[in-house]
């Protein structure tokens, strides 16, 4: 039996497909169904993680919890400082309420998805060179205080694993992408804004890019982001560690590739916005001592099949 906290959000809906063709028994959790297409999920239960009774409900003896649920979003909503209260508290209390549910249930394993986030903004000045190697999280200095939510979480997490002998695995995602996530509102991230802009703008047409667009960032398609999640839940090692892409591009080049999968030319146009650090690029050394593996698919793979997905959502809101 697995247990997917999130299962409403794009990662937690991919996640409990993976489970089903695997053959897992699956319940998913969220404040909401998946937005695009019908839950995999056995069991969907429509509920509030903040809410500790909920939690304990939830939980069986003997299960294996996935735990992604979290106050979120791309750079519109996390980098603005205007939710900062909100996404702390809401996280932190989803974290705290499944933790001591897991301890109190005698779980079998829990999964925490970190994030990115968590790394020092002073190792991110240099966007050709950013330092996100995992032992690098210290000393402490997240560039938001979604990233400072999640590496308490961790620490918290590690804690219960010494304290209470609960299997823990904990994993920083770096940017994951892919169809059915979030595409428009101000959530969305960097992949999907700029697939949403291309796919709307006319040929000859403006494309606007928050900053000077020379910032760094690696992104990870989702099915590979899932294979590191599976991996990482078959190993010995507990993490953290970094699941992410190493094949670091500038948000201009992100566009470029964007506009060539299109077949459109348009005119970049560079504007004021919430940007976050000026570089940031998964270090999967660790991963591959660990797990023996790492993402190996170029960007451009997973860009096709989201921008032609998004590109429906397009014409279908402009139909």
């Given at each position: 039996m697995a247990l997917v906290c999130g299962a409403g959000g794009f990662i937690g809906h991919h996640l409990v497909k993976r489970l089903k063709r695997e053959g897992w028994e699956v319940c998913g959790v969220d404040l909401k169904y998946p937005e695009f297409e019908a839950t995999a999920a056995d069991e969907f239960v429509i509920g509030d993680l903040r809410e500790a009774g909920l939690c304990r409900m939830l939980v069986k003896p003997g299960s294996r919890v996935f735990q992604l649920a979290a106050d979120m979003g791309g750079a519109g909503y996390v980098f603005t400082g205007e939710n900062d209260a909100v996404i702390m508290h809401n996280s932190a209390t989803i974290n705290l309420n499944m933790l001591e549910a897991c301890r109190v249930k005698g779980v079998e394993q829990v999964f925490f998805s970190s994030s990115a986030c968590v790394y020092p903004a002073y190792n991110q000045e240099d966007a050709a060179h950013p330092v996100c190697e995992e032992g690098s999280a210290y000393p402490a200095d997240p560039d938001s205080e979604y990233g400072w939510e999640k590496l308490f979480s961790e620490r918290m997490y590690f804690a219960y694993a010494r304290n209470f002998g609960i299997k823990v695995k904990v994993a920083r995602?770096?940017?994951?992408?892919?169809?059915?996530?979030?595409?428009?509102?101000?959530?969305?991230?960097?992949?999907?804004?700029?697939?949403?802009?291309?796919?709307?703008?006319?040929?000859?047409?403006?494309?606007?890019?928050?900053?000077?667009?020379?910032?760094?960032?690696?992104?990870?398609?989702?099915?590979?982001?899932?294979?590191?999640?599976?991996?990482?839940?078959a190993s010995e090692f507990s993490g953290p560690v970094n699941i992410g892409s190493e094949e670091m591009v500038t948000i201009n080049e992100l566009a470029a590739m964007v506009m060539e999968i299109a077949g459109k030319e348009l005119s970049i146009v560079h504007c004021d916005?919430?940007?976050?650090?000026?570089?940031?690029?998964?270090?999967?050394?660790?991963?591959?001592?660990?797990?023996?593996?790492?993402?190996?698919?170029?960007?451009c793979e997973g860009l096709r099949s989201t921008y032609a997905w998004i590109r429906e959502q397009v014409r279908a809101r402009e139909s």
């Amino acid at each position: 039996m697995a247990l997917v906290c999130g299962a409403g959000g794009f990662i937690g809906h991919h996640l409990v497909k993976r489970l089903k063709r695997e053959g897992w028994e699956v319940c998913g959790v969220d404040l909401k169904y998946p937005e695009f297409e019908a839950t995999a999920a056995d069991e969907f239960v429509i509920g509030d993680l903040r809410e500790a009774g909920l939690c304990r409900m939830l939980v069986k003896p003997g299960s294996r919890v996935f735990q992604l649920a979290a106050d979120m979003g791309g750079a519109g909503y996390v980098f603005t400082g205007e939710n900062d209260a909100v996404i702390m508290h809401n996280s932190a209390t989803i974290n705290l309420n499944m933790l001591e549910a897991c301890r109190v249930k005698g779980v079998e394993q829990v999964f925490f998805s970190s994030s990115a986030c968590v790394y020092p903004a002073y190792n991110q000045e240099d966007a050709a060179h950013p330092v996100c190697e995992e032992g690098s999280a210290y000393p402490a200095d997240p560039d938001s205080e979604y990233g400072w939510e999640k590496l308490f979480s961790e620490r918290m997490y590690f804690a219960y694993a010494r304290n209470f002998g609960i299997k823990v695995k904990v994993a920083r995602f770096h940017n994951i992408f892919g169809p059915l996530g979030t595409w428009q509102g101000g959530r969305e991230k960097a992949p999907a804004a700029i697939c949403r802009k291309v796919a709307a703008a006319e040929a000859g047409g403006e494309l606007e890019i928050w900053g000077d667009g020379e910032q760094t960032r690696s992104f990870l398609y989702i099915d590979e982001c899932l294979e590191g999640v599976f991996r990482l839940m078959a190993s010995e090692f507990s993490g953290p560690v970094n699941i992410g892409s190493e094949e670091m591009v500038t948000i201009n080049e992100l566009a470029a590739m964007v506009m060539e999968i299109a077949g459109k030319e348009l005119s970049i146009v560079h504007c004021d916005g919430p940007l976050g650090v000026r570089g940031r690029n998964s270090d999967n050394r660790l991963l591959a001592e660990k797990l023996g593996w790492k993402p190996a698919a170029p960007l451009c793979e997973g860009l096709r099949s989201t921008y032609a997905w998004i590109r429906e959502q397009v014409r279908a809101r402009e139909s």
